[in-house]
């Protein structure tokens, strides 16, 4: 047990605040990681407005890295003095998902997840006797967290740990959405609908990939800026495209944006829904034109990843200058500056904002 500072969720409509919480020793499967560097991702901010609910209080933050320090019985694939970017969908490798190689899809631990628990069904955390509870089993914006083994996945030791950290979301969400659900080719057309984090990563996917016309498209002329610095071709202010493409991709989570998509392909084309739409929303799409004109739409999550075989592989592509991935990191902050730094993300502020510890 070890007291630790930690960003803490409390209730919906007030911001993180930074108070000391206690962290247990790794149970078994576990392991004990010191963070290095946490993402300020919008997933996270989902908590305050509402949108995502947990119970009070959680430790929040789901896309970091840092050293493994400890490591509970039983663990076998993450040594002690491990670089590790954190996985934020734990998986039991054994359902059909699974053995399907489509771990993000794994249904084991759902309730677990979203109960704000380890996979054994309790806390590690805690504040002065009372559970504390996980964000997606890594609660990272912490100077310490406990995660299941299958939720730490090694890199290699000389990577950045901020870039190790962006490749546990933002980046393995968007190229992976361009590279394992869209296989985009080399010379392909590509539209990404919302300029964010994950948007920015598939814009980085698509230039990856090899993809020559890159539209983006989005509401700030900031983030058209932005977008063209990693590689866009194209910009517009106006879902409404007046070339179409090969490939949408819808990073925001809009039913209208969706259908936007949908119209801004070819026929032949295909929509991949990459932004969380809330619950219980419904899209609408034209069904004439999806029969007539052979359209696809794909839904992706997690990038279809496997983090194991696909953060070292975006790592190395990073390496390889072939992902450039340091631009996207234009701010830093320390864990006591997390609502300046969600306040700057909801504020529009371009980029990704990074924790470093
Ligand atoms: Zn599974
Ligand atoms: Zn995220």
């Known amino acids: 047990m070890r007291t630790i500072s930690a960003a803490v969720f409390r209730e919906v409509g007030t911001p993180f605040r930074i108070e000391s919480v206690q962290l247990a020793d790794p149970g078994p499967g576990e392991v004990l990681v010191k963070m290095q560097a946490a993402g300020v991702c919008h997933s996270d ?32 694939q993450v040594r002690v003095g491990d670089l590790v970017a954190l996985n934020w969908a734990p998986y039991c490798g054994l359902c059909e998902c699974c053995l399907d190689n489509l771990p993000a899809l794994c249904q084991e631990y759902l309730k677990q997840k979203w109960a704000g628990t380890l996979l054994d069904g309790t806390t590690r955390l805690s504040q002065n006797g009372t559970p504390v509870y996980h964000f997606t089993a890594t609660a990272c914006f912490a100077e310490y967290t406990v995660v299941p083994e299958c939720c730490a996945v090694p890199l290699p030791a000389d990577t950045p740990p901020a870039i190790a950290a962006v490749l546990g979301c933002a980046v393995t969400t968007g190229v992976g959405a361009v590279l394992n659900k ?42 058209l800026a932005f977008a063209h610095l990693l ?5 517009s202010l106006s879902p409404v495209l007046e070339k179409r493409v090969d490939f949408a991709f819808e990073c925001v989570g809009l039913p209208e944006l969706q259908r936007h998509a949908f119209d801004a392909i070819k026929p032949g084309g295909m929509a991949v829904f990459a932004g969380i739409t809330p619950t ?9 034109a999806w029969t007539r004109q052979e359209k696809t739409v794909a839904g992706t999550y997690y990038g279809t990843a496997h983090p194991r075989r696909d953060f070292p592989r975006f790592a190395e592509l990073w390496r390889q200058g072939r992902l450039p991935l340091e631009k996207l990191l234009t701010r830093t902050y320390e864990l006591g500056q997390i609502e300046t730094a969600y306040a700057d993300l909801v504020g529009g502020a371009v980029g990704r904002g990074m924790i470093v510890f």
């Open 45 to 76: 901010w989902h908590l305050v407005t509402g949108a995502t609910k947990v119970p009070s209080l959680t430790v929040p933050g789901h896309e970091g890295a840092g050293i493994v320090e400890a490591v509970g019985p039983g663990v076998s």
């Open 280 to 288: 219980d929303s419904l899209t609408s799409l034209p069904g004439a």
């Open 182 to 223: 869209a296989r985009v080719a080399p010379g392909d057309s590509v539209a990404v609908f919302g300029c964010g984090g994950v948007g920015l990563c598939t814009i980085l996917g698509a230039v990856a990939a090899g993809a020559g016309r890159i539209v983006a498209v989005d509401v700030s002329e900031e983030k």
């Open 231 to 235: 590689g866009a071709t194209e910009t």
